[in-house]
């Protein structure tokens, strides 16, 4: 048998890495539709017009569904570092349990309070509540990503910390743990693809409508909304935030920044590869198209900087999976530039007047909507995949970080049963969402949703 | 310090379950307070859109723990790891059950997930009260303050136990019937016709079963732990308290019950709850996790609290957290006061 599959670590990691890839198809679109529904709330405030009612009314059913599915999704990632990864937690629990705590008091709280009140209590609460609720509901979500980025970004680039006197780590610095300059730019970047995430699946959705001919007053405001934000957004993560990240990897992270391009020998002058397969064996890159000098310039500034490559540094200290790291790093670089181009076309046609009318177009914005889910998951992978083979960088291996006393039968027994409870939660979710697709934003001549006596609970 | 944080700790994981209990109770209830399918979304929609605002305080229970109890949190969750799972799986599937039952108005389909509902939280209760139980009695911790555990072993409470024996087990029934009698008391609160009605009578026969189970546990744990409650118990004015509250709020659930004043009984279901769990926490203080092998492989909270300085932090931070949940907590019971319609809407919610 392959030695991986005797490792604990490697199912550890899988079962980590799976439910948190899962878990976080979820709160990337809450997070990006949250500000849309807010836009369109206060449209709707100041101008009256029913039109941007119904849209928060349809888009707050779709986040409740996504929220939910991301709240019993998310509290397990919570609990495997307790089960999973308790070497971990014994070692930096006093440093990441304080936003780990402060995620729950300060955003989740926020968030999941005011859910309920967003999606079923615009009369109760009337227009001014209903859009605080909004509000709160985006700034909700917004925080718990920043307090989530913030752990993160501890694990990344490790400060503000001590060694306390048992041997594990507290905090020194509470101030230069919360405004880690790497969590800063991680969470400009990471939100901005969430908000292409949300952009992606408005515009799909209003395309839908479009090519089906129904809903035109509601598809036209998704269409218009969703390319233009998309656009912005899809832009802003590539320049500047996605080149800050990067340059944050050059500085702190040299060795990762190498394996993400594919990069063996350093030297001045290095290049990007914009394609080519690494061969991680014969430690290079084959076929590959290069830009001379680009790498120089994007990290450090110059043509003629010095990059370091993967063999000025011992073996031991690469990431240990240098090819899916190598893929996931260009292939989200791929998509953004496509992105880019497609929302730069649709917001073109719009501009024109001519976007409702060209089917094609419409077509790639419905069959687009999957894609910046998948490079904010390759995004993800690059960051994790880059630390290795440090669970925090520079201070404590990923192999030291796992529950010694959870034995490999066990781990692998809970990820099974993940694995098929998450697939019926896929179909399920995939199934209710295609519902309110299906029921839409409601009829055009009946503006006003028809009258409902909230009792609710 | 650390005895506040001791309180802090147990205070979430309190608040947690006497607000999710009550969904837990009236969930195992559903299929007999609630026959006809109108009935069953009603039950549901006493509980629909409250329980991920519950469930946070699980979410922040946890991320405490982990900022003040680091290594407890660490011990405590891989030990329990098969059990944790159990219960992480039931908490997703009692939140899919109430999500999308309601979604498609088909007979079949709601059978389906109200079978779901009743056995998410059945299982639910009982993991919950076995996992009590296991914090009273104990775990095989060794000398590095590792323990795993099967789900039984011998049914035996010493040595190296399982998460299952006859004293676990008793406190998952009492905890199950308990929660039941919780959630009666609830659904008495927030519904009207039939279902108001067979909640009531469910809510006396089950706190009257709760009684002598209360009992057998009492005497149980004086004998699988006959060093509690210890001689710090006896001076720590939180267990007298708590001994107080027992009794101030069996009172009122008792009045309540009989002259028919809902909130009243309600109010003090929950505080009964809340009070018993707070006094036994007090009770094992300062131990957290207690070696059924050698009494000093335990672990106290002085042992396993993070240093000084995150404690320091965590007294800044976490009252304005608190503050603001009991804001959103006054905001979510006024708006959601009265009583569940009978009438569904257009939109299947009622």
Known sequence: MNSVFNDPGFWHRLQFGFTLVYHYLFPQLTMGLAWFIVYWKWRALRTGDEKYNQAVRFWAKIFGLNFAVGVVTGIPMEFQFGTNWSDFSKYAGGVIGQTLAMEGMFAFFLESAFVGALIWGEKRLGPHGHFAAAIAVALGSWISGYFILVTNAFMQHPVGYQIETNGSLGIA????????????????????????????????????????????????LYLRAGTFVGLIASLLVAFPTGDQQAKMVGNHQPITLAAMEGKFEGGKM?????????????????????????????????????????????????????????????????????????????????WRGKLESSRLLLWVLILAFPYPYIANTLGWMTAELGRQPWLIYGLFHTSDGYSKVVSNGDAIFTLIGFTGLYFVIGLLFLGLTGLEIAKGPGRETNPVVPRREKVLA | MIAAWYAVVSFMLIVYVVLDGRNFGAGMLHWFVAKTPDERRQVIAAIGPLWSWHEVWLVGFGGTLVAIFPRLM?????????????????????????????HINDRLWQTYWDFIF????FLLAILFGAAAGNVARGVPLDVQGNFSMAFFTDFNVRGHVGLLDWYTVSIAVLAAVMLAAHGATYLTLKTEGPVHDRSAKLAKYLWIAVVPLLLIVWVESKIVRPD???????????????????????????????????????????????????????????????????????????????????????????????????FYFVFISRRYAGKVSVQRDTQGFY
């Open chain 2, 74 to 102: 660490a011990s405590a969750f891989a030990g329990y790891y098969l059990a944790l799972f159990l219960i992480l799986w039931c908490l997703i599937l009692r939140g899919v059950a109430i999500e999308v039952g309601g």
């Open chain 2, 118 to 121: 009743v056995f998410s939280n």
């Open chain 1, 270 to 350: 290095a290049s990007v590869a914009l394609i080519g397969q690494p061969n991680v064996e014969a430690q290079r890159l084959d076929n590959p198209i290069e830009v001379p000098g680009a790498l120089s310039f994007l990290a450090y500034g110059h043509f003629g900087s010095f990059v370091h490559g993967l063999n000025d540094f011992p073996k031991d200290q690469w990431p240990d999976n240098l090819e899916l790291l190598y893929y996931s790093f260009h292939i989200m670089i791929t998509l953004g530039s496509l992105f880019i181009l497609l929302m730069g076309f649709a917001t073109l046609q719009n």
């Open chain 2, 228 to 326: 509690l409650p210890g001689h710090g118990a006896l001076f720590n004015p939180f267990w007298w308290i708590g001994l107080i509250g027992i009794v101030a709020s069996a009172f009122t659930l008792i009045s309540g019950l009989t002259s028919g004043h809902e909130l009243r009984a309600f109010l003090g279901s929950s505080f009964l709850i809340f009070a018993l769990l707070a006094t036994g926490a007090a009770a094992i203080f300062p131990v957290m996790l207690h070696s059924t092998l050698a009494p000093e492989n335990s672990m106290t909270a002085y042992a396993v609290a993070a240093g000084p300085m995150s404690l320091h932090l965590a007294t800044i931070w976490w009252p304005v957290g608190f503050a603001l949940a009991v």
């Open chain 1, 173 to 220: 610095s509470f101030s230069a743990y919360l405004l880690n300059p790497w969590a800063f730019v991680q969470f400009a970047h990471n939100q901005l693809a969430a908000v292409v995430t949300g952009s992606f699946v408005v515009a799909a959705i209003g395309a839908f409508y479009a090519l089906r001919g129904v809903h035109s007053v509601q598809a036209k």
